[in-house]
């Protein structure tokens, strides 16, 4: 099943970016696969991608940094229909909003950690596909990727990192949102989640900088760092997506920290995602 699914190309709303001067490509092209399919057939495509990841660094010039983050709206009769929890809003959601904001960024990675390095947003875009696959912790990939994919065929070019508001190697899989979008895309990514998926951490320091060690209690492997971004803050998780150590991961994650808890790439497309959202809504209410 997992052959067949890796060997059908992706949907045309999941098109890859498109390189000025080339044809579009489709995401994960040669080895790419479906969208719509079954929760254990999700798994298996993980497992099967999981070979792909790399764990270490494989960045090239960083000149151009980019946030991801994606959100889902209702369609008016369900919006209109019984009350659900938060939880059971994400079951139900028809739409998913893919929005990503890109910056030019010039970091040396000989310099001193935990220094931020100034960003400059040079354009961002976002998209609205339907959503084909239900709310599985563990398999959110799955359901955000194809927004995002089709959000970042609308840039102008391809950005050198993404950071991802989500998970990447600290997975029960080790293959979270970051790694699966590092992996297809064939560009480092960094996981920016907001909580812990899974595995635990000692106490950090109260100074921004300082950072703990994830561990998965169940095998003691390392899967990530608890990361404080701002003194006196709760901290942000980060694991690696792709082509990146875990190390440079904390050191690029603090250099794109401004001041907040949320590093400003994932923060701002958080913010650009609630908009886009928020429109929508208002014109469903304006046709109803």
Not at 155 to 177: N, S, V
Not at 181 to 187: I, Q, Y
Not at 269 to 277: E, M, Q, T, V
Request: aromatic letters at 6%; hydrophobic letters at 40%.
């Amino acid at each position: 099943m997992v052959a067949a699914c890796l060997a059908h190309r992706q949907r045309k709303q999941c098109q890859h970016y498109t390189m000025k001067g080339m044809k579009k490509k489709r995401a994960g092209e040669g080895w790419g696969h479906r969208w719509d399919v079954t929760p254990a057939e999700a798994r298996e495509i993980q497992e099967h991608l999981r070979g792909r990841w790399e764990g270490e660094d494989r960045l090239g010039q960083i000149g151009t940094v980019a946030g991801l983050d994606a959100a889902f709206v209702l369609n008016e009769s369900q919006a209109l229909g019984k009350k659900v929890s938060r939880w059971g809003r994400l079951r139900e959601a028809n739409q998913a909003i893919g929005c990503v904001v890109a910056y030019r960024f010039h970091w040396d990675q000989s310099a001193q950690s935990g220094v931020p390095v100034p960003l400059e947003e040079i354009e961002r875009a976002s998209a609205v596909v339907p959503l084909e696959f239900p709310y599985i912790p563990g398999l959110l990939s799955f359901r955000e990727i194809p927004a995002l994919l089709a959000a970042l065929g609308k840039l102008r070019k391809m950005p050198d990192l993404l950071f991802c508001d989500g998970q990447g190697y600290a997975h029960p899989r080790r293959f979270g949102l970051a790694t699966h979008l590092g992996v297809l895309l064939e560009r480092p990514t960094i996981g920016c989640a907001k909580s812990v998926l899974i595995g635990g951490h000692e106490k950090l320091g109260p100074k921004a900088g300082s950072s703990a060690e994830l561990v998965d209690p169940k095998n003691g492997e390392r899967i990530g760092a608890a990361v404080r971004t701002r003194d006196g803050v709760n901290p942000v998780y980060i694991s690696q997506g792709n082509r990146v150590s875990l190390e440079t991961a904390i050191r690029l994650t603090l250099a794109v920290s401004d001041g907040f808890r949320i590093p400003r790439p994932t923060r701002e497309a958080d913010r650009f995602a609630s908009a886009i959202k928020r429109k929508l809504l208002a014109k469903a209410l304006c046709e109803k």
